[in-house]
């Protein structure tokens, strides 16, 4: 060995072929025990065996990796802005279409299945999916319920809509749900979104009184 030799970095070649793997199995890792939040390009570049620009190259940013990491076929940073952009009208069946048709095509909904199963019971993995839905779904669907003091509420029930269709279809297997098709599903859970996203502000005590007993009177 020259000096020249011993002076080098060790780890992997940016021409390294099994690199961009590594990195995914770093960040799923990192993800997985640490949350969103907490993990760093740096981190998972040591983690890796790799210079963080490397990490850089294949994937630019923290949340592409993220979504590299869950093997979407789509990317949700450019496909949810995009359907927000086409506007309100069928806003929710676009959005249930494009939604459960992502889950459809991941076979066997791999490492995004895994992060929803975890994010029940696993603090850190909640902190990852909550973090990441805040900035590529809530935050576009806020934009979309318009200029509100309500509009963050109501993304975020638009949002529980189609994660409680993803646990009750994927996860518990809740049947007719889970065999139904996409063109079934889609207009009935969009128009649900639809209530959230471009309904009428409710008014208040607007809603069926309960009616009290007569004893209660």
């Known amino acids: 060995m020259t000096p020249a030799d011993g002076g080098r970095r060790t780890g992997r070649r940016p021409g390294d ?21 907490g993990a760093t390009i740096r981190g998972i570049a040591r983690a890796a065996a790799v210079d963080p620009a490397l990490v850089h190259h294949y994937f630019a940013t923290k949340e592409q990796l993220f979504v590299a990491a869950l093997e979407l076929p789509v990317d949700p ?37 895994a992060l929803l199963r975890s994010a029940v019971s696993d603090p850190a993995a909640a902190q990852s999916f909550r973090d990441f839905l805040t900035r590529v779904v809530l935050e576009p669907l806020a934009r979309a319920c318009g200029p509100s003091e309500t509009a963050p509420l109501r993304a975020s029930l638009a949002a529980s809509q189609l994660l409680g269709a993803a646990m009750a279809r994927y996860v518990v297997g809740l049947e007719p749900l889970a065999s139904s098709t996409v063109d079934e599903l889609a207009p009935r859970l969009g128009a649900a979104l639809d209530v959230h996203l471009a309904g009428p502000e409710p008014t208040r005590g607007s809603g069926p009184t309960a009616a009290v007993p007569d004893n209660k009177r």
């Open 17 to 37: 072929s099994g690199a961009r793997e590594a990195i995914l199995t770093a960040a799923r890792h990192a993800f997985g025990t640490v949350g969103y939040g």
């Open 77 to 113: 940073t450019e496909v949810v802005p995009r359907l927000v952009e086409e506007g309100r009208d069928g806003l929710g069946e676009r959005l249930a279409r494009t939604f459960l048709g992502v889950w459809d095509a991941t076979p066997g909904q791999g490492p995004m299945l």
